[in-house]
Structure formats: C-alpha cells, structure tokens
C-alpha cells in the first residue's frame, strides 16, 4: 500500500502548509508519492518519492487567476496535475490518496480521481471551507464554495480536520452519517529542529515575539490600541518591554508603528525570516504572543501555535474561545479576549507581572507531547491504513 500526497504546497515554497505536509511525508512510516507545485523540491526520507508539477503562472496571471477561479487560483494546476496523474498512473487504485488544503483545489483534484480511479481518498482540512469568516462576503462565490465543499465531503472515504471546533463548524450542516468519516489530526512540531534553549536571566529588556502575516481581520491595530491605551495610564508597565512582530500584514506595506502611535523601542516589525530561522526567533523570546481576530469563536488551529509549544517558550494568546483559547490554557499560558483595547490591555499587564514574577511558564510537557510530530505520524498512519 503506498500514499499518495497530492498538494501544491510542498518545502522549499514558503508556506506553513508546505511545512506540515512535508513533515507527516517525512514521519510516515507508509511508502509515499508526493505530487506538488514546489520546484527543488527534495525527498525528505528513502521512502518518499517527490513529482514536482511547478506552477510557472506570470505575476499577473496569478493575480488574475484570483478573479477568475472558484476556489483558488491554484485550481489551473490542480486539475492539470489530476488528468496528468491519471494519465500516467501516477496515482493506482490500489493506492491512498491524500489532498491537502488550503488550496482547496487540491480537494478538486481529488475528486477528479476519486471518480476516474475509485481510489481510497483522505481530505485534509487545515481550514474551514465555506465557513471560513475570512472569507468575502459575496453571495454566489459562497454559495458556489458550498457546493464544491459538499461534493468533495461527500465523495472522500475520510475527512480530516485540524481541530475538533474545525469539524464541529464544517460538519453541522451535513447529514449525521457523514460525521462517521470525520477524524481530527492535529498539526505537529519537530523536536529535532529546536537547538538548546536560552539561558535563564538572559537580561536586557523583556521581548514578547510574534511570527506570522497578518491579514484582513487578523491585525495589530487592536493590540497598538491596547499599547497606547497603557502609555496613557500605567506607562511604567511597559518600561522595558520589547514587541516584535515578524512578518507582514497583508495589503498594507510600509505600515509603521510610529503610525499607529506608538515608540518603535516599544514595538518594531521586522521581515519575513524563513522557518529555521523563526524557531531560532522563537527560542530566543521571553514569550511568544499570539493576535487572532476577535471573531466570536476562533475555530482555527494556527500552525505557528504548534511550533510555538515546540519552543517551549511561555504563551500569551489574545484569542477568542475556541481552539486556540484552549490549547494554550490547557498549556499554562495565558489568555486574553481581543474584543476590546482595555481587555487586551489587562492581558498584556498580566503578562507582563506573570513574566517579571517567574510565574508565567512554559508550556506543559504533557500538552507539548501530544502535538510531537512522532506521535502525529502514527495517528496518520493508522488512518490511511484505516482506510486502504
């Protein structure tokens, strides 16, 4: 029996998603095929046998792939990779197929096959669909999304999800039966890939990391509120205190602090780094800090959290309930609602007096171990095994 992984995001593309699926690639036990759009792309173990379909689009025509496809612009070299793999016989009916999105015409792929083939297919959810609130609120593109999403969940042997909120938001409209075929597989961090930590009393200021883009609802205009709001009323909290956030935020280049009203010896941006250099980052913080949308409920299951608890660095999550609420409670972190500057205030004071009096800790090796991605592996495994 072998897997095939089919998934347009694969190492060395920059992309969280590239990340997680080269490391259940490279932690199977299974023999594996990879079908991907990551050009240079590498085996990441004997076993693995990596096909690489690059996406060669122009800028431009990336862009406009956007306007033009339902449910990505990647939907072009999901469906070529498809009728490619059937061609071939890249892809057997003795075989596993597994699809990974985000994109989600990976999943489309697979439906393809899943129809001309009758394979066994599994369809890895990183994110919700149709629900996703990040989505734009235009009516038919919805409403079309939902049909695809049904389809494809209909027609999978086996669905997988990040998160049990994830499964519980996408599920909920479909028929009870289908929750049979629905398995929550978590994403995982690698041991190996963490150097020793820090020393304790490293010194110097108090440095609070966060490593990520942030995008549309998900962005630090509540979190420079909350700063400037305790400048105004209990500036000797924030004496010296370091914020970083590395990374962009989407559709506004050029963003500065000083912008948003605040010292840039109190907050600072910093550039993208690739991934081992922001474990390095994340190693190096006194605490890592997550900013998610102040949705009413947060279903999403960020993989920077999973390489945060790799760090073992304390956590400090401005998050709605929900999943990523509960991870880092049950963590020892701390948690505060994004809803409003004054509760993200209280948070970030909390922190702080948490951090300064050695009582916020690092994340408890119990909840750390169930993310390991040897374990996350297995579970895997089990689940294709279940299905072939």
Request: charged share 20%; net charge positive; aromatic share 8%.
């Amino acid at each position: 029996m072998r897997a095939v992984f089919l998934s347009y995001y694969f190492p060395p593309l920059q992309a969280p998603r590239a990340v997680q699926v080269a490391r259940l690639a490279r932690y199977s036990s299974l023999p594996i095929r990879v079908l991907c759009a990551a050009a240079g792309a590498e085996s990441p173990r004997e076993g693995v046998e990596v096909r690489v379909f690059p996406d060669r689009s122009p800028r431009w025509w990336h862009l406009a792939k956007h306007i033009l496809y339902l449910p990505d612009a990647q939907r072009p070299w999901a469906l070529g990779v498809a009728g490619v793999a059937e061609r071939e016989g890249l892809v057997g009916r003795d075989d596993v197929l597994v699809t990974f999105g985000q994109p989600m015409s990976d999943h489309l792929a697979g439906l393809r096959l899943k129809r001309a083939l009758g394979m066994p297919w599994i369809a890895h959810f990183s994110d919700p669909w149709s629900d996703n609130p990040y989505l734009l609120p235009i009516p038919f593109a919805r409403a079309k999304l939902a049909r695809m999403e049904q389809t494809v969940i209909g027609a999978a042997d086996r669905v997988l999800f990040t998160s049990a909120e994830t499964a519980d938001l996408v599920m909920a409209k479909y028929p009870e039966a289908w929750r049979d075929k629905v398995s929550v597989l978590p994403h995982a961090y690698d041991p190996a890939l963490y150097g020793d930590p820090p020393p304790r009393g490293r010194g110097g200021p108090l440095l609070l990391r966060y490593l990520g883009n942030f995008y549309r609802q998900r962005n630090p205009l509540a979190l420079a509120k909350a700063l400037n709001l305790l400048l105004r009323t209990r500036p000797e909290i924030l004496a010296d205190v370091r914020i970083e956030l590395i990374g962009r935020w989407v559709g506004h280049a050029g963003w500065t602090p000083a912008a948003l009203g605040l010292p840039e010896n109190l907050l600072s941006l910093r550039k993208p780094v690739g991934y081992a250099e922001s474990l390095r980052l994340m190693r190096e913080a006194d605490a890592l800090l997550i900013i998610d949308a102040p949705f009413e409920r947060n279903v999403f299951f960020p993989s920077k959290l999973v390489d945060y608890l790799g760090a073992g660095r304390p956590l400090v999550a401005l998050t709605p309930s929900g999943t990523t609420a509960d991870i880092v409670a049950a963590a020892g972190g701390l948690v505060a609602s994004p809803a409003s500057e004054a509760g993200i205030a209280e948070g970030i004071e909390r922190a702080l007096a948490g951090l300064r009096a050695g009582l916020l800790p690092a994340p408890a090796q119990e909840v750390v171990r169930r993310y390991a991605v040897s374990r996350v592996a297995a579970e895997f495994d089990a689940l294709v095994r279940g299905v072939a």
